[in-house]
Each structure stands twice: as C-alpha cells, then as structure tokens.
C-alpha cells in the first residue's frame, strides 16, 4: 500500500518504520514545515491515510482526506465534541474514516475487558470507581481519549455512574476530588515527563481494593495498531471506531 502521513513527530515517524517494516510505501509525509505540499494531488497518491496531529488541525485534515477521496485513520483526539457532524459527512460524501482514542491491541483488548469488569461490578454497588491516567508533559488534552473512552465503556455497564468528570493533577500531585457526586466518574489525570500512557481502573470498597491497569513502554504499540487499521480500511467505504476491526467476540 502506499500511505501518506499527516503528522510527522515522533508518532509519525514511528508509524513510518512499522509501515515500511510491513512493506507499505511512504508517498507523503506532512508536518508544519510543509503545509504547502497538504494537496488534493498529493493526498490522491495515497491508498490510506493516516492522521497524527493536534486537536487544533485535526478537523482541517479530515477535510483534505475526504476532499482526496482517500481512506483515512484518524488517531489525533480533542476533537469527538464534532464526531457526529464528522460521521454525517462521510457517510453523505461517501468518504471512509476510521477513528480511535488508542490503535494499541494491548488497550483495545483492555477496553474489551474494562467493559465486561464493569457490567459484574455493577452487582456489587459498595465499590466505588475512578479512572487514573498518566501522560508525558507535551500531551495536549486531558483526560486522555483513552481514558474517555474507559470512562464511557464503564459507564455504559455499571448502574451507579451517569458521566464523567476530570480532575488534572498538578506536578504529579493527587488532584481535589472532593466535590465529586457519588453519580460521577473521577478520571484523575497526571502529567509526568517521558511517560508514554498508562491507565488505571480502581475499585475501591472498605475491605479491598481491584486494580485492572495498562502500562504502555513505548509508541510502538499504538503505531502498530494504525498501520493495521489502515490495512484494514484499505478497500471499505463507511464510518468506522477501532472495536469494529477488533470485533471481540467474548
């Protein structure tokens, strides 16, 4: 296949190994210092596309990608505030997006569980939950969309929390929590130098407490993950979320 990429750090560069490791073809590559080269024609080259940006871009892209033409595999978050208004043109424009909060296998079959681990607990309402997050420094939103989307598969399947709330802790510091509702999910979010993503549910009761978390080592999971989904959107037209490519069936 031949990919383009929109967004060149140190993701985007990542992604480029992984995909010529997997015997893709590189055809473009965009960051901020060659915005001008971001053309129809140049988009066209490509038989995927895939988007690691800022939240602030993000929607400007999917444009150009849908303006290609071109599959593309979105893995920039901040921006699901417009995923409604997004899916509505791609369905109508006939184009193909898939999106997600994280590529990684390791996190979609942690989503997978987090799911199925809320529904039970749901059966035992002395516990009390919250999600934790941590991130390096230069992570620009918070929560994490992962731990969005940990929160909502939480929130789907236990009777006693309705939405979430976000709490950002301070130079590593615990954040106040103190005016959560008891209807409420706590994400607790931290911003810690050089850690790439990890995540943690708690349980916590008065006799005990369940931890169910993911530590990610490195970006090479959540590489991998896009470099798969753009094989596997390569020939499909439609709006498509990650669990769809995964599509668990226990």
Known sequence: MNIALLGYGKMGKIIEKIATDRKHTIVLKIDHHNQHELTRE???????????????SVLSNIGHCFDAGVPVVVGTTGWYEHLD??????????????YASNFSVGVNIFFHINRKLAKLMSNYPYYDVQVEEIHHTQ??????????????????????????????????????????????????SFRIDSVPGTHTVIYDSEVD?????????????????????AEWVHGKKGFFSVEEMFDFDI
């Open 42 to 56: 140049n988009l066209q080259k490509a038989d995927a596309i895939i988007e690691f940006t800022t939240p602030g």
């Open 85 to 98: 208004e997004v899916k509505e043109k791609c369905r109508q424009g006939g184009h193909t997006l898939l």
């Open 209 to 229: 407490s369940i931890e169910f978390k993911h530590t990610a080592h490195n970006r090479n999971g959540f590489a991998l993950g896009a470099v798969l989904a």
């Open 139 to 188: 992570k620009m939103d918070a929560p994490s969309g992962t731990a969005i989307t940990i929160a909502q598969g939480i929130i789907e399947n236990l009777n006693n929390k309705k939405e979430w709330v976000n709490a950002l802790a301070a130079d590593g510091h615990e954040a106040d929590d103190k005016n959560i509702k008891n209807d409420q999910l706590l994400i607790e």
